[in-house]
């Protein structure tokens, strides 16, 4: 995360944060957040796996 956050020039805390209001909205655990690690639930990561087909598009334009 610390990674992703840098390349993007965010803080480490901020999708964590904006994720809290749609997760007490929806009255699930999207994400966990440790000292070390933010980390999708369960639950989290069906969103991700239903949208990373366009992740993957994008990484092969990028690397062309």
Avoid: C, N, Y
């Avoid at 992740?55 to 092969?60: K, N, P, S, V």
Wanted: glycine share 4%; net charge positive; hydrophobic share 35%.
């Amino acid at each position: 995360m610390t990674e992703s956050a840098q390349s993007a020039v965010i803080s480490e805390t901020r999708p964590f944060s904006t994720a809290e209001p749609e997760q007490k909205s929806l009255g699930v655990r999207l994400l966990v957040r440790t000292t070390r690690d933010v980390a999708p639930t369960a639950m989290g990561q069906r969103p991700v796996q239903s949208i990373e087909h366009h992740f993957e598009g994008i990484r092969a334009k990028l690397q062309r």
